[in-house]
Antibody
C-alpha cells in the first residue's frame, strides 16, 4: 500500500521560508512523477508543481515561479518543496501526490498524502 | 484561476443519477485526458476516474466519466449518502504548461 506523509507545515510570517517534505513508502518512488497540490481554507484544489521521476523535468504554477522550488531524493524516497518569500495567499494545506500516466500531458494522481498546513501571517 | 468550469453545487436523492460537468478549452480538455477526484469532508482527495472514463480498482461501476470535445462529465448513479463530497476535474493545459483543477462541485444527497 502506498503511503505519503507530508511534514514541515507551520505558521510563518509574510516574507519567510518553509521547506515541506513528503516521505513515500510502498512504491518504486524513483519511477514515479510527483506533484504538490494546495488547498486554501474553504477553497478548491490548486496544482503547485510537478517533478518527473528523474527530477530533470519540472513545472510550476505561475504564482509560485521564482519563489518555490520542488526537488526529490530518490535514495530517500522523499519529495520536497522549498517555499521562499511566502505571502498570505500561500496559506493552505499542501498535499503531495503520486503521478501515473504515460506522459506529462496524460497524467493523473493516484495516491495522496493527508497534507500539511502552511499558515502565512501578514 | 480555475479555467476548468464546474457548477459549484449539485444535489440528488438516494437512488437518483446525478451528473457533474467540467468545461474547458482546446488547450486542456480538448486535447488531453480528464481525471476526477472525490474529497470527502476533512479528508484528502482520492482518484475516481482517469483517462476520461477509466475507473481505478475499488471504484464502483455506478461511477462513470465521459468526455466530448472541450467538456467532460462525471456521472454517479444509485446515489448514496456516502457520495456526499466535493468533486474536482483536472487536466493538463498545453498553453499554461501546468495542471488545471476545476473549481469543485459540492454534491449534496438530500
Amino acid at each position: 500500500e502506498v503511503q505519503l506523509v507530508e511534514s514541515g507545515g507551520d505558521l510563518v510570517q509574510s516574507g519567510g521560508s518553509l521547506r515541506l517534505s513528503c516521505a513515500a513508502s510502498g512504491l518504486t518512488f524513483s519511477a514515479r512523477g510527483m506533484i504538490w497540490v494546495r488547498q486554501a481554507p474553504g477553497k478548491g484544489l490548486e496544482w503547485v508543481s510537478y517533478i518527473s521521476p528523474s527530477g530533470r523535468t519540472i513545472y510550476y504554477e505561475d504564482s509560485v515561479k521564482g519563489r518555490f522550488t520542488i526537488s526529490r531524493d530518490n535514495s530517500k524516497k522523499s519529495l520536497f518543496l522549498q517555499m521562499n518569500s511566502l505571502r498570505a495567499e500561500d496559506t493552505a494545506k499542501y498535499y503531495c501526490a503520486t503521478v501515473d500516466g504515460s506522459s506529462v500531458n496524460i497524467m493523473w494522481f493516484d495516491s495522496w498524502g493527508q497534507g500539511t498546513l502552511v499558515t502565512v501571517s501578514s | 484561476q480555475s479555467v476548468l468550469t464546474q457548477p459549484p453545487s449539485a444535489s440528488g436523492t438516494p437512488g437518483q443519477r446525478v451528473t457533474i460537468s467540467c468545461s474547458g478549452s482546446t488547450s486542456n480538455i480538448g486535447g488531453n485526458p480528464v481525471s476526477w477526484y472525490q474529497q470527502l469532508p476533512g479528508t484528502a482527495p482520492t482518484l475516481l476516474i482517469y483517462s476520461n472514463s477509466q475507473r481505478p480498482s475499488g471504484v464502483p461501476d455506478r461511477i462513470s466519466g465521459s468526455k466530448s470535445g472541450t467538456s467532460a462529465s462525471l456521472a454517479i448513479s444509485g446515489l448514496q449518502s456516502e457520495d456526499e463530497a466535493d468533486y474536482y476535474c483536472a487536466a493538463w493545459d498545453d498553453s499554461l504548461k501546468g495542471v488545471l483543477f476545476g473549481g469543485g462541485t459540492k454534491l449534496t444527497v438530500l
